[in-house]
DNA sequence: GCAAATTTTGAACAGTCATTCCAATAATGA
DNA sequence: TCATTATTGGAATGACTGTTCAAAATTTGC
């Protein structure tokens, strides 16, 4: 039998670029092949089909996303110190000139009105993503306010990565953070 | 000479509705052609292309959305009051089930990696929605402090914009604003 | 009521879409 | 070595894309 001359992880992260910059609808196939280097029948031998495909790319995402997350908490040498650091890289991401904001959010908005499955699985990501920051919100405050303040984390991040496509917004960002999550300078 | 069938606007009103639930890719010609009633030759007449017709489209969403603005400006007894108000029509508007976001945000995230004309103009209408509500708050704060307040206002509208998409935010999104803009109680 | 002007119609265009198919290729197990 | 199995290459599929065009239809000014 033939020996693959790829590494599906290769091509998924290739693939998750295109996805991420061109949204669902505007990524094609052909894209897809120049990106990779596959031809059709390589793609759709290992990845069923588009959608497929895509869902895969965007797991790849999150637990890129989740793992970072994670990463960030532990060499901080607190929670909310790790928030703080996590929302100045996003910040500082925003400033590239090749900014595409957020993969998951891109994908539940683009996809959301369709009942689409994609839509569901970004969703659920964006979920797990809350209940991760609760759960570390919760070693420093108790579980109620945990939650209140992982959903302002949610809403701000939520807020500044569709505010990051406006020009020079960089600046007005970070005294934006300042003001509206206050209780991160508390720890 | 044969006489228009149709009214600019009512074709408008329905091709926002097609443009803002699926987007500018995902929707086609041919479903313009159903959701208007004209052909496709009309459409070309009327409207020199699909960019320019999606292009008045939004237009004509953002003027709805700033005129909403200065009504409830209008209607309210208090700046404050009124950004109240719009807070909680847009949580409100997160409750339906066809819900959608807002149509320029929509618009930014999904052309912006293409330096497209289109993401431009939705930048550039949601900036001049912040300069609006800079304008309104500066009659209550000094120049500088309403900036700042309209920054952390549209990021946090940009925040519960999409936050909305979440299952079930309404309640927790209600919290988060009041938790996240204080100030709005002030006057 | 005729000619000019404008709009509608809907077929036709070339191009691209996601997907399929199968021959060619290459590695394995016997 | 040879059949078997896995993978690749790339042309072909039919459906759909945005757009064009010329003929038909209908109103206006004269």
Chains 1, 2 share one sequence.
């Not at 920051?133 to 949610?154: F, G, H, K, P, T």
Request: charged residues 20%; contains cysteine; aromatic residues 12%.
């Amino acid at each position: 039998m033939a020996k693959k001359n790829y590494q599906r992880e290769d091509v998924l992260d290739n693939v998750i670029r295109l996805f991420w910059q061109q949204g669902y609808a505007a990524s094609s196939i052909q894209q897809i092949t120049k990106a990779t280097g596959l031809k059709p029948g390589s793609i759709y031998h290992e990845f069923e089909n588009k959608e497929k495909l895509f869902q895969e790319a965007l797991g790849r995402y999150a637990a890129f996303s989740i793992d970072s997350i994670h990463q960030k908490m532990a060499n901080a040498t607190s929670v909310n110190m790790a928030i703080k650091q996590i929302l100045t890289d996003l910040v500082e991401q925003s400033k590239a000139c090749d900014y595409c904001g957020c993969f998951l959010i891109k994908t539940q908005l683009e996809l959301a009105s369709q009942g689409n499955t994609l839509y569901q699985f970004a969703s659920a990501q964006l979920a797990s993503i809350e209940k991760i920051y609760a759960d570390y919100l919760s070693r420093v405050y108790n579980i109620e306010q945990a939650r209140a303040y992982a959903a302002q984390l949610m809403t701000v991040i939520f807020g500044i990565r569709t505010y990051g496509y406006q020009a020079d917004s960089a600046n007005t960002i970070t005294q934006t953070i300042n003001a509206l999550l206050p209780w991160l300078n508390e720890h």
